[in-house]
């Protein structure tokens, strides 16, 4: 779906009202939105102080809206129907910092996300600053939260891992996670986005996590999927995370499972309910089985482990030591 705006290189906002229920009713990602190449970030705030259902939507778009996402938009707070929306291109500057700045922060399993410095650290947590950025993944995603409390909930459950790859990275938020999951893994994060790989590195700084290339420390790389010499080089993975769009995560699924050990686990995210039974299909046709699948609202997230082959030889791992799943969870 490609008609999310044009032309590129321009900042949009629309503005709506809206009633406070229909604002509550868009907490969390829109499916259909999601659908294109693009998709707008959506914001919601009181309009009046003193009238508690007087409220406003402002959707920020990459691009001049076209009509279809405008009337998209529109079909998602009925209260305005009749009232012309102001649309407005925006001067030159981060609308997506813009658009994240007052996120509430996010608890998704051990892990508390947020975004302000002066937001309070959460007492028994594991706290991460991530701030609004340039890039997308500061835990509010649905998809981002559900990534992290898959990986919490595997980590409760006994399984290790030894060498990790986060493709698609974003912030690096779901890396440093997997670090302090498994703080003696290899671990390695990639954006096909320079920006994204800039800010991760700049928030692996406030987070205290090491960049490097040894045990503990995470690698960086600019890269689109797994096409990278380095992140052919530190392959196989026992753990790899994709949180992107479906399409991407399908066209991608040959090179991610070549990049996958016998027994290792694939955690996929970005995609519909709608379009979870293609991506399966995809990753099965490589060797995949369906480990778990967890749902947050429309968006499931989905833990997958290769099927081992028969035979004497096993792929070579950077920590020999490392096992993809611990005993008594499906370990070889």
């Known amino acids: 779906m490609n008609d999310a705006a044009t032309p590129l290189g321009q900042s949009w906002k629309v503005t709506l009202p809206c009633t406070r229920a ?12 999601a659908l294109m190449d693009r998709p707008p970030v959506l914001m919601t705030s009181e309009a009046e102080p003193d009238n508690e259902d007087s409220w406003r939507l402002d959707a920020y778009f990459e691009g001049q809206p076209s009509p279809t996402a405008v009337k998209l938009l529109r079909s998602l ?31 998704a399993g051990r892990f508390h996300v ?18 609004a950025s340039r890039a997308f993944g500061t835990g509010q995603h649905e998809t981002t939260a559900g990534c992290l409390a898959m990986l919490d909930r595997m980590r409760r459950v006994g399984m290790r891992f030894g060498n990790v790859a986060d493709i698609g990275t974003g912030t690096g938020l779901l890396a440093f996670a997997a670090l302090h999951l498994w703080p003696r893994a290899y671990a390695t994060a990639s954006d096909i986005d320079p920006v994204a790989v800039e800010i991760s590195a700049q928030n692996a700084a406030a987070n205290r996590i090491t960049l490097g290339k040894g045990q503990g420390q995470l690698a960086l790389y ?3 999927g797994v096409d990278h010499p380095a992140i052919a080089a530190r392959a196989p993975y026992d753990l790899l995370i994709a949180n992107i769009l ?30 979870a039974d293609g991506v399966l299909a995809a990753y099965r046709a490589q060797g995949m089985r369906l480990a778990e699948r967890a749902d947050r609202g429309d968006w499931p997230t989905l833990r997958l482990r290769k099927r081992p082959k028969i035979g004497w030889k096993r792929p070579r791992r950077i920590d020999g030591t490392a096992r993809g799943e611990a005993p008594g969870f499906g370990s070889l």
């Open 114 to 131: 947020r975004n302000l410095p002066a937001d309070p650290e959460q007492a028994g947590h594991v706290n991460f600053l991530i701030e």
């Open 22 to 33: 229909e604002a509550e009713a868009l907490d969390g990602d829109i499916a259909a939105f």
């Open 222 to 224: 600019t890269a689109a």
């Open 77 to 107: 707070v009925p209260s305005a129907a009749g009232i012309t929306p102001q649309i407005e291109q925006l001067p030159d500057e981060d609308w997506v910092t813009l658009s994240q700045q007052g996120l509430e922060p996010v608890t």
């Open 246 to 275: 479906a399409g991407p995560l399908i066209e991608l699924a040959p090179s991610l499972c070549a990049r996958i050990e016998e027994g290792g686990t694939i955690v996929l995210a970005g995609l519909l309910k709608e379009q």
